[in-house]
């Protein structure tokens, strides 16, 4: 019987800024098939699922996210269905077919959904086959966030580390490095690539000069940092993480 990956907890962006490696069929050896003499061999097939390595080096084949429905769609034949999911740092579609459409039966737009499935592609969007789509409280989007920033700190800081020993060993080195902590070679092929443009310092800078001593709305950010919502919001994640931000009331942030 084939075992199933685990299904990841991830923000959206960490799948549709990483990178989409396509499942395979691979022969795994030979059987016998039949008895006495009409016994014949026949290859075994294996498949190997697909798989995104995100820009922090995990792997994820099924992803386990917490988001909300913005659109929903079902086709008049009700053989295909899809959802819209945004989390805050991107946005993602979900999609079902045949008989799985009803997955998506109880979920409608506005819902906080969790929606967990394998990663595919097609025509070059990463999307998720939802294995499951459920709708939850409020309450637990709190609970989530703070799961993702401890897990997103710990991996920053690791990664962060492993490009600095770029300047300063070789190859082999940061090789057998990356694998001791359990990141091979083509995870760490992904987090070496990749060149993001922070703007996180810029952010902080912003904050700070427009604190008047109880903190900044993030809604005045939003005003004034010319980027997308998304990427202030995953800044701000960000620092918090870090440490160099904190929430005195909730939406209003000052610099540590």
């Known amino acids: 019987?084939?075992?199933?990956?685990?299904?990841?907890?991830?923000?959206?962006?960490?799948?549709?800024?990483?990178?989409?490696?396509?499942?395979?069929?691979?022969?795994?050896?030979?059987?016998?098939?039949?008895?006495?003499?009409?016994?014949?061999?026949?290859?075994?097939?294996?498949?190997?699922?697909?798989y995104v390595i995100t820009p922090y080096g995990e792997k994820v084949s099924r992803a386990n996210v917490l988001a909300t429905v913005t659109d929903r769609f079902f086709s008049p034949e009700g053989n295909y269905a899809t959802v819209t999911l945004d989390d805050g740092t991107d946005a993602i579609r979900a999609k079902a077919f045949g008989e799985d459409t009803?997955?998506?039966?109880?979920?409608?737009?506005?819902?906080?959904?969790?929606?967990?499935?394998?990663?595919?592609e097609y025509q070059g969007e990463v999307h998720i086959v939802a294995e499951l789509a459920r709708a939850v409280e409020p309450e637990y989007e709190n609970f989530r966030k703070l799961e993702l920033l401890e897990n997103l700190s710990n991996r920053k800081r690791l990664i962060d580390n492993l490009r600095k020993m770029?300047?300063?060993?070789?190859?082999?080195?940061?090789?057998?490095?990356?694998?001791?902590?359990g990141i091979g070679e083509e995870a760490l092929e992904v987090v070496?690539?990749?060149?993001?443009?922070?703007?996180?310092?810029?952010?902080?800078e912003i904050i700070n000069s427009l604190d008047d001593g109880d903190g900044v709305e993030i809604t005045k950010l939003f005003e004034i940092v010319k980027l997308s919502?998304?990427?202030?919001?995953?800044?701000?994640?960000?620092?918090?993480?870090?440490?160099?931000?904190?929430?005195?009331?909730?939406?209003?942030?000052?610099?540590?």
């Open 192 to 204: 070496l690539e990749k060149k993001e443009v922070d703007y996180k310092p810029k952010i902080l």
């Open 102 to 120: 009803n997955v998506f039966e109880k979920v409608d737009k506005g819902h906080l959904v969790i929606v967990v499935g394998k990663l595919k």
């Open 1 to 50: 019987m084939v075992k199933r990956s685990v299904a990841k907890k991830v923000r959206i962006v960490d799948i549709t800024n990483g990178r989409y490696f396509p499942g395979t069929r691979e022969k795994s050896g030979r059987e016998k098939l039949g008895t006495g003499e009409n016994v014949v061999e026949d290859a075994i097939a294996s498949f190997k699922a697909s």
């Open 166 to 181: 770029q300047s300063h060993l070789s190859e082999g080195d940061v090789k057998e490095y990356a694998k001791s902590l």
């Open 229 to 256: 919502d998304n990427i202030v919001e995953r800044s701000i994640d960000e620092l918090l993480a870090e440490g160099a931000l904190y929430e005195p009331t909730p939406g209003r942030f000052k610099k540590i």
